[in-house]
C-alpha cells in the first residue's frame, strides 16, 4: 500500500526518470532506423551529420515532451527561446551571415550533387575557385586547390553560386614565361 502511494505521488519524477534512462534507447533506435534507410545512398561523412542531426532532433523531442508532462507551456517557452534569439541575432553582427550559411548547409546534406571527395569549380563572375572538397561543414566548405592551397568556402556562396562538378582533377596552370623587353641585357 505504500509502496502505491509512493508512486501515486510521484509519478511525474518516476516517468522522468525512465525517459531519462531510455534515452540512449531512443537515439540508437534512430541511429540504427536512419542506418537502413540511407544504407549505400550517401557517404560516411553524410552519415555521421545524418546521425548528429538526428540525435539533436531526438533529444530536443524528448526534452520538450518531458516540459509539457510537468506543465510547462511550450507557449512560453517558445516565446522565451525567440526573445532571446533575436537578442543574441542583433548582438551578434553577422547573424544572418550565421543563420544562411546554417540553412544552407541544410541544403547541401539534402542536395547530393557533391560530397566530400568531388573536385568542383565555383565561379563567381568572371572568376572561379577550384579544388577537391575536403570537408563539409556547418559554415563553409573547405577546398584543396591543385597547387595545395586550402580554399575556405562559406555556404551560403557555395548554394547560391554555379558549382561545376569536376569528372577529373583540374591540371596545374601552366606558368608562361614573361616576354623580354626591347634593350640591352640585363
Not at 500500500?1 to 531510455?22: A, D, H, K, W
Request: include cysteine.
Amino acid at each position: 500500500m505504500e509502496i502505491i502511494q509512493f508512486l501515486q505521488s510521484q509519478y511525474r519524477l518516476i516517468i522522468t526518470l525512465l525517459v531519462l534512462l531510455s534515452f540512449p534507447l531512443f537515439q540508437s533506435a534512430s541511429v540504427r532506423i536512419l542506418a537502413k534507410v540511407t544504407r549505400g545512398k550517401i557517404d560516411e561523412h553524410r552519415q555521421f551529420r545524418a546521425e548528429l542531426l538526428l540525435k539533436i532532433i531526438v533529444a530536443i523531442i524528448l526534452f520538450c515532451a518531458l516540459l509539457v508532462f510537468w506543465g510547462i507551456e511550450l507557449k512560453g517557452l517558445l516565446v522565451v527561446g525567440s526573445s532571446l534569439f533575436a537578442v543574441a541575432g542583433v548582438a551578434l553582427f553577422a547573424g544572418w551571415s550565421l543563420l544562411s550559411n546554417l540553412t544552407s548547409f541544410l541544403i547541401m546534406f539534402v542536395q547530393n550533387d557533391y560530397k566530400v571527395g568531388t573536385w568542383v569549380r565555383v565561379v563567381d563572375g568572371a572568376n572561379f575557385m577550384e579544388g577537391r572538397i575536403v570537408e563539409m561543414g556547418l559554415m563553409n566548405v573547405m577546398l584543396r586547390h591543385v597547387d595545395g592551397h586550402k580554399i575556405v568556402y562559406p555556404n551560403n556562396l557555395f548554394v547560391t553560386r554555379p558549382v561545376l562538378v569536376l569528372n577529373d582533377e583540374p591540371q596545374k596552370p601552366k606558368v608562361i614565361a614573361p616576354k623580354r623587353t626591347l634593350g640591352p641585357k640585363k
